[in-house]
């Protein structure tokens, strides 16, 4: 049978239900969606530990079979949380959602629905426009095909997402090995293992340090780089502020910025490859940590420390 246009209006209700038969995931919970001018969704992850959520979506496009939706709002234990650690969390969140067609997208989730519904073999339709309105998810469908035998054959991919960057593969890159390698094995094996397998985000801080340790006496570093790295670490040592905080802009400078001005001056200076090869922990946690420094530059005073720097680099180079 087939129709060619027809209007659907979801409840929250019915969005809980579609999540529970077509798209549950282990470990998450979804308690509630209530729907306004956008959807609200409680619920819980659970990964070795309880985490209370609250999400607010708002429908920003349609386009090539993909729903694009805005995250507006997150909240972690009813407690707002920074944007770049939303955007973390989300993308913790979504990650066991990416092999059913939901993914993260700089800033936006995006639903590839014909994935989601690939093996519902009676029903197929292409959606023309989607919105919420007085309490319901409004669907616009056209081309709807119904078959009650569930005869309707689907052959959905994912979209091919991959960029491909050989600098990030695991097995190309040899790792750095000292006293601190086979401490932190150690360490890690004494984790218990519900822990173990957060064990890269948990000696994150310890890996950085081992990072700058490595980075000093590494030849392919710039000059330049092993410069800033000591001056920040000096700065930093020194018990009180070399500078004044009733100095305007300049004295607004605290360990915070400068050490993650150090942190960006490493990822922006020295190769990829170089860093990767003197890393600690797994090469995907590098990525995290760039795009994290990148933020936490906008919220510090690390941005104060770039333009300084800047200027008193364009003098030098006078």
Do not use: H
């Amino acid at each position: 049978m087939n129709i060619t246009k027809i209007k659907v209006n979801l409840t929250g209700e019915d969005l809980l239900s579609i999540y529970s038969e077509f798209v549950s995931v282990e470990g998450l919970e979804v308690k509630n969606i209530e729907i306004s001018d956008g959807i609200n969704i409680t619920g819980r992850l659970n990964k070795g530990f309880n985490i209370d959520f609250l999400v607010n979506l708002k429908f920003e496009s349609y386009e090539n079979n993909i729903i694009k939706i805005e995250i507006t709002k997150i909240k972690v234990l009813n407690i707002g949380i920074l944007k770049f650690i939303k955007n973390m969390a989300i993308k913790y969140l979504l990650k066991s959602f990416k092999e059913k067609g939901i993914t993260y997208n700089k800033g936006k989730v995006e639903i590839e629905y014909k994935y989601v519904l690939k093996d519902v073999s009676y029903v197929d339709f292409d959606i023309e426009n989607i919105f919420c309105y007085l309490g319901c998810v409004n669907v616009e469908v056209s081309n709807v095909q119904v078959s009650t035998a569930g005869l309707i054959k689907k052959d959905v991919q994912l979209i091919d997402r991959s960029v491909k960057n050989d600098v990030y593969q695991e097995e190309e890159i040899k790792k750095v090995k000292d006293c601190y390698t086979v401490g932190r094995e150690k360490v890690k094996e004494k984790m218990p293992i519900k822990i173990k397998k957060y064990s890269d985000y948990i000696l994150i801080i310890p890996d950085i340090i081992a990072l700058i340790y490595r980075l000093l006496k590494d030849k392919r570093v710039p000059i330049k780089t092993k410069v800033i790295i000591s001056s920040v670490i000096c700065y930093m040592a020194v018990p009180s502020d070399i500078i004044p905080d009733k100095i305007p802009f300049i004295g607004k400078i605290d360990d915070i910025a400068m050490a993650f001005f150090a942190l960006n001056k490493i990822i922006e200076d020295v190769p990829a490859k170089v860093i990767l090869e003197n890393w600690g922990g797994k090469n995907n946690i590098v990525i995290v940590l760039k795009t994290a420094a990148q933020y936490v530059t906008d919220f510090t005073g690390a941005k104060n420390v770039e333009t300084i720097y800047g200027i008193i680099d364009e003098i030098v180079s006078i």
